[in-house]
């Protein structure tokens, strides 16, 4: 064979191998996570979600959850610059930014988790998204968590009991709660409680029942009082970096997309909506005084004139984002009630 000849089979080789690394090179996406193991998020909703996306993907996308040790207000700002790929936390942690998601969480219009998630993303699709309060950042999903309900270290036999109580709040419409409710707020992310209530700072904390389990609040409460529609809602955001999607191929693009969305916010409602059952489950192991409320309860009925008027709180508080708010409002609602059903 001439020394051409073998130039340019090896040329051919070399060529052909490399053809060969570039189809089977894959994109590995660093999701950042907050929550114990025993989270939803973290047992059942990345788990699926990673699934989802390495089978649409047909392996071209691998995603690799990580645990991240600092504050659950700076995963916006690691993922918008690239730290982490993917990761999710709670908007009003971040005050101001995210006034539009708040919409969930006006008390009295969530009964699930499931439910609140699906019709949250599809008010965002058709109302929200032109605002652009996410830009710098792909959004992937938004959900909510369960009712939020009270967990305290004292009996709550009327409202009365709560004023002048410290109570753990974690931002948003909550806060307003807590000033109608006469609590003194103590703010701090969600995964401070356990040490707030076991130190004595605070009394109690506004969070669903799920905590008592996940982040064992069981241990330290003596009362979870359960409103029928509990007393207000958390929004969550799950996002990506931007630059980080742009570069994926329009086929990767898609196929991200097509297990993100709603489907992914109708998974992360669901789980977070199932883990309140064994979130009183735990407590009633642990000998938590767990209390039903009904309907009819005066505790419900007094809630009831409390929080009037905070829906319109939330359509004047998002007046210069330059959306239909009343219509994104009622259009939210119609599709709580569907799915409600």
Request: charged content about 20%; some cysteine.
């Amino acid at each position: 064979m001439t020394n051409m000849k073998k130039s340019i089979l090896l040329g051919a080789c070399v060529g052909l191998l490399g053809l060969s690394s570039f189809a089977s090179a894959t994109t590995t996406l660093h999701v950042a996570t907050w929550l114990p193991p025993t989270s939803a998020q973290n047992a059942v909703v990345w788990p699926t979600w990673k699934k989802w996306v390495e089978n649409a993907t047909q392996g071209r996308v691998k995603v690799v959850i990580e645990n991240y040790t600092g504050a659950p207000k700076t995963i916006f700002d690691a993922v918008e610059d690239g730290v982490y790929d993917v990761g999710f936390t709670v908007n009003t942690y971040l005050p101001g930014r995210f006034k539009l998601t708040s919409v969930a969480e006006i008390p009295g219009e969530i009964t699930s988790a499931e439910a609140g998630s699906v019709a949250l993303w599809r008010t965002y699709d058709k109302y929200f998204k032109p605002a652009k309060e996410f830009q710098g950042l792909e959004l992937l999903a938004l959900f909510v968590h369960g009712p939020g309900q009270l967990q305290t270290a004292f009996p709550v036999n009327s409202l009365d009991d709560l004023k002048g109580k410290k109570m753990r709040v974690g931002g948003g419409l909550v806060n307003e709660l807590a000033a109608r409710l006469e609590v003194t707020p103590i703010s701090a992310p969600a995964p401070k409680s356990y040490e707030l209530m076991q130190q004595g700072v605070v009394d109690g904390t506004f969070l669903p029942a799920e905590q008592q389990m996940t982040l064992r609040l069981s241990e330290v409460s003596t009362d979870l009082t359960l409103f029928p529609k509990g007393l207000y809602t958390t929004a969550f955001s799950i996002v990506m970096n931007e630059d980080t999607f742009a570069d994926l191929s329009k086929k990767d693009r898609e196929a991200i997309m097509s297990v993100s969305g709603e489907k992914l916010s109708k998974l992360a409602g669901t789980a977070w909506g199932e883990a309140d059952k064994e979130g009183i489950q735990a407590a009633v192991k642990d000998g938590v005084n767990v209390v039903h409320l009904s309907k009819d309860d005066p505790r419900v009925t007094d809630l009831n004139k409390v929080v009037e008027g905070m829906d319109q709180m939330w359509i004047d508080s998002v007046a210069d984002r330059k959306i239909d708010a009343k219509a994104a409002l009622d259009y939210f609602r119609e599709n709580m009630n569907a799915l409600s059903q």
